[in-house]
């Protein structure tokens, strides 16, 4: 994992420019991970205001339960979700278009996701 030395030290800002020039600009695109304000600086200065954050919320408890498998327990989860890079994700809630809350069905969670996208004029385009 990156800490936030590697993301301060321009490192981040690299591996977002490297990103950045692999994306089809003709084509819309969900970026997802993003931990600091560096990612969105990046992705709003390169897309201007066709770049929109989403915010997703969930519970920490919800989010172990999704992710057990990738953990060997929740001490595991917790010491993930502890470590440095992930010490500035809530402030990304600030600068988001929108937040949505993550903690019921996906079906939910594509339907609130469309609204969002409709409400914004953002659809199929092909």
């Known amino acids: 994992m990156l800490g936030w030395e590697v993301m301060a030290g321009g490192r981040q800002v690299e591996l977002n420019a490297r990103l950045i020039a692999g994306l089809d600009r003709s084509r819309s695109a969900a970026i997802d991970g993003l931990r600091h304000s560096i990612d969105f600086d990046s992705l709003s200065n390169a897309f201007g205001a066709s770049f929109r954050l ?10 172990y339960e999704r992710l ?3 953990f060997s327990g929740y001490d595991a989860f917790q010491a993930a979700d502890s470590a440095p890079v ?3 994700i809530d402030s990304l809630k600030a600068l988001a278009s929108t937040t ?3 903690e019921a069905s996906m ?7 469309d609204v969002w996208a409709a409400a914004c004029g ?3 385009r092909e």
């Open 107 to 113: 079906e939910d969670f594509y339907q609130r996701l």
């Open 54 to 63: 989403i915010f997703l919320e969930v519970r920490r408890e919800v989010r």
């Open 122 to 124: 953002i659809g199929d």
């Open 100 to 102: 949505i809350s993550n």
């Open 86 to 88: 992930e010490a500035h």
């Open 68 to 70: 057990l498998s990738r």
